[in-house]
């Protein structure tokens, strides 16, 4: 590991986050996954979240301290604009997902909010995705490959979820585009969306 982003998904009832570590060729490790329940509309669960990301991580090169951090600003938009402004020292944004399938995995930040103002940037999920599907199909360590430890929150609930989407085609007006929808109505996706804010995270950190 070369150094740490984390990602958080805003939830109504709680903030799911993870922590990634990155090395070379975008060889990747998950440091540690976690899920603060709480209202996001009150400051607990952000204090919490705080002494998660804050804190120093032990690896066998030294100490890592998170370097970039993407927060999902699509609910409780005031609560995170609030919660990245306090650190934006520390390179932590909040950031929203955007469908079209052109977009680059990180545009240009804009100015949002307004009591803060705080930068947001925009994900192009797709390309994203993209990215993570093709990562997670190397089965063998090196660029690319992605770690998992065996510990309990790694489980396979955990794994379903980060497999929860598929790429399927679509026309409109006699173009043809690719987007992703859930492999079934009522399966969840956070894991998946901490790994393309994980990553577009990575990308931040390398501009």
Partial sequence: VLFLTAACDVQGDRLEYEVK??????????????????????????????????????GERGTFRVQCALVD???????????????????????????????????????VGNNPKVRMIPVGTNAAKDEAFSFLKITEYGPGYCHFPNRQEYDEAFLKQLCAEKKIMRARMGQTFFIYEKVSPSARNEALDLFVYNIAARVKQHK
């Avoid at 390179?91 to 804009?110: L, R, V």
């Fill in 21 to 58: 570590g990155w090395g070379h060729g975008d060889e990747s490790w998950s440091i540690e996954y976690g899920v603060i329940d709480g209202d996001p509309g009150k400051d607990d669960v952000w204090f919490e979240l705080e002494e998660k990301w804050t804190r120093e991580f032990i």
């Fill in 73 to 111: 600003s699509g609910y409780h938009s005031q609560q995170v604009y609030r919660f990245v402004k306090r650190h934006a020292n520390r390179k932590w944004y909040a950031c929203k997902g955007m469908g079209d399938p052109t977009k680059p995995i990180i545009s240009k930040p804009t100015w």
